[in-house]
């Protein structure tokens, strides 16, 4: 039984963001991506269905942008 894991390294997110690793800190810096910080060192996850609420909150963005045809392509 393989177990999916529920948080994800700032690494992953900004590949699956296809961004660079300090973009997606400055992502969770700003709060505009819900994470965590756990552990001794203070490493930062982000709840996988965080990141979905974020993917899911750039598309209704982006369309209410092109809908107002303030969006550059």
Do not use: C, H
């Amino acid at each position: 039984m393989v177990v999916e894991p529920r948080f994800l390294p700032l690494i992953d997110v900004a590949e699956i963001l296809n961004v660079s690793v300090a973009q997606a800190r400055a992502l969770v810096r700003s709060g505009e991506l819900r994470a965590i910080k756990v552990g001794g060192r203070g490493q930062w996850r982000v709840e996988k269905s965080e990141l979905e609420d974020y993917i899911q909150r750039m598309y209704s963005q982006t369309r209410s942008e092109v809908e107002a045809g303030n969006a550059d392509i």
